[in-house]
């Protein structure tokens, strides 16, 4: 019996720990959770303050979101109204072809035609561009038609003594020389550089590829030594070109000079006469001066040698007579 006071004591001291443990934790629930409901409703003041930082954020969110949603998406500008309706450039460029084309025109024509180009590449407005544009084309046609009357009055005058083909087809005589310049066509023609020169020979095969025929004066059989002097050689060529009666221009007038007309130079150092013969390449026309005449040859190989750095740079006091071919 003795045992029986311990033990109770022991099972009351026992559940007054329990209680106590209870409590404990009820009270810490309490003060975690007051001090959740606390901080929550201390942020949400803030929130709701009229001067906070999150209520001017959101504020801002809202404004960039209406504005972004109000705010048209930009677009292309569309062209002004009384714009050119078609490539000025274009145009212009084009019509520059004809001044090449037909450069054995007389002198005023061309330069009306270059007047009426440059008005069209300044023109901002359509009027000024359909304005421009129908000079242009009033020029060109002008151009064009003095240039083919120019062509059909040579061939007349040489009519009685030409024996060659009037017109003849330019595009096919340069296209040959194009592409036998720097590549001969020796198997064909033979080769006269070692003997004095090939620029005659060469110049006689683009007439050729123009469709010139051989005659009992100019010919040649193809293989070395077998061609006349005519073929060959710049002042007998000249001397056929007379007697077909063709004329020709010096370096003083060139204003009837196109592409497919044969030059025969004379070097002023050598005081050897006839010296050297090339094909016209390109015409160039030249606001206010003389055209640009460049020419294709052999022995000196080129493509586009420039008729005054050929007369007074590469030589002195040098002349040049450009025959026009009808």
């Not at 359509?126 to 009357?149: I, L, M, P, R, S």
């Not at 293989?223 to 007379?242: G, R, V």
């Not at 016209?280 to 460049?294: D, H």
Request: net charge neutral.
């Amino acid at each position: 019996m003795p045992a029986a006071p311990t033990t109770t004591r022991a099972a009351r001291r026992r559940r007054i720990q329990r209680r106590r443990r209870t409590v404990a934790t009820l009270v810490s629930a309490v003060i975690v959770a007051s001090l959740v409901v606390g901080v929550f409703g201390f942020v949400r003041s803030l929130s709701e303050r009229p001067g906070s930082e999150a209520s001017g954020a959101a504020s801002a969110l809202q404004v960039r979101t209406v504005s972004d949603a109000t705010t048209p998406a930009p677009t292309a500008e569309p062209p002004k109204a009384d714009a050119p309706t078609f490539d000025t450039a274009a145009a212009a460029d084009a019509a520059m072809t004809v001044l090449g084309d037909y450069s054995d025109a007389v002198r005023p024509t061309k330069d009306a035609l270059y007047t009426a180009i440059q008005s069209l590449r300044a023109a901002t407005t359509a009027e000024a561009a359909n304005a421009a544009q129908a000079q242009v084309t009033q020029a060109a046609e002008a151009v064009k038609a003095d240039a083919t009357a120019y062509r059909a009055e040579s061939a007349a005058k040489a009519s009685a003594s030409n024996t060659q083909p009037i017109g003849g087809d330019v595009a096919a005589q340069m296209a040959y020389l194009h592409q036998h310049v720097f590549s001969y066509n020796s198997a064909e023609w033979g080769d006269y550089n070692p003997y004095g020169g090939d620029c005659t020979n060469f110049a006689s095969q683009g007439l050729i590829a123009r469709g010139w025929h051989i005659d009992k004066t100019w010919y040649s059989k193809g293989k070395m030594w077998t061609a006349s002097k005519p073929w060959i050689a710049t002042a007998p060529m000249a001397a056929y070109f007379d007697k077909l009666g063709f004329g020709y221009s010096t370096e003083a007038d060139l204003d009837r000079v196109r592409v497919g007309d044969i030059g025969l130079f004379s070097w002023g150092e050598t005081q050897a006469g006839m010296d050297h013969t090339m094909t016209v390449s390109k015409v160039e026309y030249v606001p206010g001066g003389p055209p640009k005449v460049y020419f294709i040859s052999h022995n000196y190989d080129g493509e586009y040698r420039e008729l005054t750095n050929a007369l007074y740079v590469e030589h002195q006091n040098s002349t040049v007579r450009i025959y026009h071919l009808p």
